[in-house]
């Protein structure tokens, strides 16, 4: 069956650069897209970037000068590298596949504390 | 970028209640999108291409609206519809409403 699992250091210094991975099993990444939201603790949904199944990215405007995202497909694995943390970065960062119409399955979270 | 706007922000509705959810767009979207969150869980897909049901969604929950104005409605509340509820657009550069939280009373 579809799943998504994130993982990542759980605890950032500011300015330094975050690295999560997405590992998805039960469909190629070369079919659907891999997308990344956010939410701040207690607060609500962010968009933060796609990459397409063709290979092309999207980011969110306000984070795009930060912010990569890349795969591995033989390794069905999606990467989202942020620099220059802020406390305001400080969230759960889901990944979630697009089917085409929505976000159909997600990951569970990791939460990524921005702090010294 | 398109701002989703969601009223209300938060609202109780006792069981057997009819509840509504607003989501304005800032510009006209094609279709509205909604996602329901539990505490401490993950999104779910909810109504897609503003009217649809996801797989598994009663059918007590229904969707409207066109171009900047759609709404999200539960004909009758029930205990297990306390969630946080998003709207979202992909028409452009992808957003999600700021999300409407409906407890039970």
């Known amino acids: 069956q579809v799943q998504l699992k994130e993982s990542g250091p759980g605890l950032v210094q500011p300015s330094q650069t975050l690295s999560l991975t997405c590992t998805v099993s039960g469909f190629s990444l070369t079919s659907n897209s891999v997308h990344w939201v956010r939410q701040p603790p207690g607060k609500g949904l962010e968009w933060v970037g796609a990459?397409?199944?063709?290979?092309?990215?999207d980011y969110n405007s306000a984070l795009k000068s930060r912010l990569s995202i890349s795969r591995d497909t033989s390794k069905s694995q999606v990467f989202l590298k942020m620099n220059s943390l802020q406390t305001e970065d400080t969230a759960i960062y889901f990944c979630?596949?697009?089917?085409?119409?929505?976000?159909?399955?997600w990951g569970q979270g990791v939460m990524v504390t921005v702090s010294s | 970028e398109i701002v989703l706007t969601q009223s209300p922000t938060t609202m109780a509705a006792s069981p057997g209640e009819k509840v509504t959810i607003t989501c304005r767009a800032s510009?006209?979207?094609?279709?509205m999108y909604w996602y329901q969150q539990k505490s401490g869980a993950s999104p779910k897909p909810w109504i897609y291409e503003t009217s649809k049901l996801a797989s598994g969604v009663p059918d007590r929950f229904s969707g409207s609206g066109s171009g900047t104005s759609y709404s999200f409605t539960i004909s009758s509340m029930e205990t297990e519809d306390a969630a946080t509820y998003y709207c979202?657009?992909?028409?452009?550069?992808?957003?999600f409403g700021s999300g409407t939280k409906l407890e039970i009373k």
């Open positions: 979202h657009q992909w028409s452009s550069t992808l957003t």
């Open positions: 510009s006209s979207v094609s279709y």
């Open positions: 979630t596949r697009f089917n085409w119409y929505y976000f159909d399955y």
């Open positions: 990459i397409w199944s063709g290979g092309s990215t």
